[in-house]
Nanobody, 121 residues
Framework: QLQASGGGLVQAGDSLRLSCAASGRTFSSYAMGWFRQAPGKEREFVAAINWNGASTYYADSVKGRFTISRDNAKNTVYLQMNVLKPEDTAVYYC????????????????WGQGTLVTVSS
């Protein structure tokens, strides 16, 4: 089970840190991803991290502004979002899958409930 938190209303240029807490004892064996879905749009990949945190991957739209990280001792993955833009407004979801990270929504096995990020201009 995944529980995302940390969303909120911020102004353009601000920062937010999202957290995703996972239950279970095998968290460290899962690749983790963050996705987002804006109103009227499909869910899209944002960032992913492999099981031990050694490798990270980002969508071009967030590269250089967002950082994904994980703490396996706390069963938690984070998404640090800096220099937020109005186009970052969306519901953000964390997801988990066994094995290597994937870009596609359909290749993740478990999903959190989402946390809303709203960026005003």
């Amino acid at each position: 089970q995944l529980q995302a938190s940390g969303g909120g209303l911020v102004q353009a240029g601000d920062s937010l840190r999202l957290s995703c807490a996972a239950s279970g004892r095998t968290f460290s064996s899962y690749a983790m991803g963050w996705f987002r879905q804006a109103p009227g749009k499909e869910r899209e990949f944002v960032a992913a991290i492999n099981w031990n945190g050694a490798s990270t991957y980002y969508a071009d739209s967030v590269k250089g502004r967002f950082t994904i990280s994980r703490d396996n001792a706390k069963n938690t993955v984070y998404l640090q979002m800096n220099v937020l833009k109005p186009e970052d407004t969306a519901v953000y979801y964390c997801a988990a899958r066994r094995g290597n990270w994937r870009y596609n929504v359909g290749e993740y096995d478990y999903w959190g409930q989402g946390t809303l990020v709203t960026v005003s201009s």
